[in-house]
């Protein structure tokens, strides 16, 4: 099976600090993706990545960017946590493309709490 | 502005009963559909994917898709507790890396 690791499953962290996500998937994947998930929000998109070193901007990509140095390794940075930042962040991989199917695996997803 | 409509719920069957899950999309140029289940507290979880009109069955669950109407369903036959759920609908339009979700339908199954 396709397996996402998150590092963390929780984080508590201050305002202004600097936060690493790390994510890594171990199927070969081209297609990375972060997404937070907020009640009543749904599912929204911060970066997704479709190669190595390629980076695409999502729907909210304010206060974030995003590191894929390696195939398997998305890495999603906010620069400087705020409170508005606390949320279920969710990574995922796929095999899709424009040109071909598929679904997304996801990662079990960190809870981060900006204090 | 694709979009894609699920009705929030709570949708709440017997156990043993059929729940019908539904979701409408707005882009006529969507060509792959998925259904996810979301346990409370964890992540989306991958159980449905169709790609042309018609029913596709995997054990319990059935997706219908009718890609004239723009809408796709999730079925779940003989209803257990373990299937309450959030389930989200995700369309994938041609040419895109990326699925518009629906915002979830809430599927509670009481014994």
């Known amino acids: 099976d396709v397996k996402v690791t998150q590092s963390s499953r929780y984080l508590v962290k201050r305002t202004g600090e600097k936060v690493f996500l790390e994510c890594v998937q171990d199927m070969d994947h081209e297609n990375m993706f972060w997404y937070r998930q907020d009640p009543g929000l749904g599912l929204r998109l911060i970066y997704f990545s479709y190669d190595v070193k390629m980076k695409e901007k999502g729907d909210i990509p304010e206060g974030y960017s995003v590191s894929r140095e390696k195939k398997e390794r998305f890495s999603l940075i906010l620069e400087s946590a705020s409170t508005n930042q606390t949320s279920m962040y969710l990574c995922a991989s796929s095999l899709s493309s424009p040109d071909r199917v598929g679904g997304y695996t996801f990662g079990s997803g960190t809870r981060l709490t900006v204090v | 502005q694709k979009e894609v409509e699920q009705n929030s719920g709570p949708l709440s069957v017997p156990e043993g009963a059929i729940a019908s899950l539904n979701c409408t999309y707005s882009d006529r140029g969507s060509q792959s559909f998925f259904w996810y289940r979301q346990y409370s507290g964890k992540s989306p979880e991958l159980i449905m994917s169709?790609?042309?009109?018609g029913d596709k069955e995997d054990g319990r669950f059935t997706a219908q898709l009718n890609k004239a109407s723009q809408y796709v369903s999730l079925l779940i036959r003989d209803s257990q507790p373990s299937d309450s759920a959030t389930y989200l609908c995700a369309v994938k339009r041609g040419g895109s890396y990326i699925p518009t979700f629906g915002r979830g339908t809430s599927l509670i199954v009481h014994p």
């Open positions: 169709i790609y042309s009109n």
